[in-house]
């Protein structure tokens, strides 16, 4: 196997920690000894042993590791966190060579694991599938590059073009597939959004019911605070945190967040200090477009369905690069990425 291959492998072993591991990033890990693999793990569960450590554990022979080399997909970190630095961890191993995929934006790390490998003699290899791997880990390099979450917004549209009807009911655009497909993505995602009327008309209670997986945090755009706590968004099967005008409080799982302005810049900037690495924003009209507007999102999911309604309300209009295209039985998944939030994300060399 060639060390391409070897990087490949730790990429698709980094991605079984997807919607687990954030705020931490996705990080798998291969050992070989002699061009064949001897250990490997990824980072399971945020909080858990990192990727090096499953990997090393993973070696029936230790003795093997002084010759060995080490395969990840992120720069080792170097400072103590809920575990001890995995850079500490090769060193003591003795591990002959690492190669790394990419360096950690994390300002505690950011060269500094790479810089102790080579005082200790370790030869470091770099930048091996750095598109991939920054691809992989894109919410944690926007969260830490750009001071904000990755944005994602999610909307089905008829297919003469509406998102919702003219009196603001959007249920049951899309199909029962693609449904359960949103419920995937919540699972992968630490937020999702909506504003006051998708809260009240919908009444939608933003969970994972349909997929295995946690539940994200939800959050509420309402300005005057004109949801009722009776709603969906409201019960005790996630947090809610609702940014509003007028005050702050706290009340079993939902914190009320008092902003001078409701705006998508000044709320991602709020998340950002909560630790949310990610968010979907799945609507109404108002939200989307607000976001839109203001340039605030890197990605969007748009399913477009059989469904006629003739009058309604309009999706926003995005200027979007297509990424993907996807049929979900007579769904048509469309996603788009946005080439001025996009820029080629990159680490120091």
Not at 10 to 37: F, N, W
Not at 251 to 265: G, I
Request: hydrophobic residues 35%; neutral net charge; aromatic residues 8%.
């Amino acid at each position: 196997m060639s060390d391409i291959q070897f990087m490949q492998r730790a990429l698709k072993l980094a991605q079984l920690g997807r919607g687990s591991v954030s705020p931490h990033p996705m990080v798998g890990c291969v050992i070989t000894y002699e061009d064949k693999i001897i250990g490997e793990g990824f980072h399971l569960r945020y909080g858990e042993a990192h990727a090096e450590v499953n990997a090393v554990n993973d070696v029936e022979d230790q003795s093997l590791l002084p010759d060995s080399t080490v395969y990840i997909t992120l720069e080792p970190c170097a400072h103590y966190g809920k575990t001890p630095p995995c850079a500490d961890l090769l060193i003591d191993k003795r591990v002959r060579k690492v190669v790394a995929a990419c360096r950690d934006p994390f300002v505690q790390v950011d060269g500094k694991g790479i810089e102790k490998l080579k005082k200790a003699g370790i030869e470091v290899g770099k930048r091996l599938m750095e598109k991939e791997a920054i691809e992989l880990n894109k919410r944690f390099f926007t969260f830490h590059q750009k001071k904000r979450p990755y944005v994602i917004l999610k909307w089905a549209q008829t297919q003469d073009g509406f998102i919702a009807r003219e009196n603001g009911d959007s249920k049951w655009i899309s199909n029962q597939y693609s449904r359960q497909l949103v419920h995937k993505w919540r699972t992968e995602e630490d937020a999702v959004l909506v504003g006051k009327n998708t809260a009240i008309q919908d009444n939608p209670s933003l969970t994972s019911r349909y997929w295995e997986g946690k539940n994200p945090l939800r959050v509420l755009f309402d300005s005057s605070l004109r949801v009722e706590e009776n709603k969906a968004i409201f019960n005790s099967h996630a947090k809610t945190l609702i940014f509003n005008l007028t005050e702050e409080k706290m009340e079993k799982t939902n914190r009320w967040v008092k902003c001078d302005e409701l705006k998508p810049e000044e709320v991602l900037k709020t998340l950002h200090k909560e630790n949310i690495q990610s968010i979907i924003i799945e609507g109404g009209s108002q939200v989307l477009n607000a976001f839109v507007q203001d340039n605030c999102w890197d990605e969007a999911r748009i399913f477009t369905s059989k469904v006629i309604f003739q009058r309604g309300i309009k999706p926003p209009e995005i200027n979007g690069e297509i990424t993907a295209r996807e049929n979900i039985l007579e769904d048509q998944l469309t996603i788009y990425k946005n080439p001025l939030q996009n820029p080629p994300l990159s680490t120091k060399s």
